[in-house]
Nanobody
Framework: QVQLVESGGDLVQPGGSLRLACAASGSIPNFYAMGWYRQAPGKQRELVAVIISGGGTHYDNDVKGRFTISRDNAKNTIYLQMDSLKPEDTAGYYC???????????WGRGTLVSVSS
């Protein structure tokens, strides 16, 4: 079992920045993909950014150049630095970790990001 706890969501004006954090605890796999998804009202959950245990990263085209995913291995935490935020970035942001050895994955409860003037 892996537990994920997100933090950092807030109300921010367009053009602003936020940093989300996701702290993992429990049986963290050695070979994993860990990342952020978001879900806006009435829409499907979509991948935002992911970081692989080896260090590789992948971003959705809508956030490339504006968002940066990073991790602190000592704290078992990943971060999502979000800059140049747009109203269309408004969503619940969810942390996910997938064990790439057995395919099991876990979700956090989410943190709300609202971009509005």
């Amino acid at each position: 079992q892996v537990q994920l706890v997100e933090s950092g969501g807030d109300l921010v004006q367009p053009g602003g920045s936020l940093r989300l954090a996701c702290a993992a605890s429990g049986s963290i796999p050695n070979f994993y993909a860990m990342g952020w998804y978001r879900q806006a009202p009435g829409k499907q959950r979509e991948l935002v950014a992911v970081i692989i245990s080896g260090g590789g990263t992948h971003y959705d085209n809508d956030v490339k150049g504006r968002f940066t995913i990073s991790r602190d291995n000592a704290k078992n935490t990943i971060y999502l630095q979000m800059d140049s935020l747009k109203p269309e970035d408004t969503a619940g942001y969810y942390c996910n970790i997938e064990n790439r050895d057995n395919g099991m994955d876990y979700w956090g409860r989410g943190t709300l990001v609202s971009v509005s003037s």
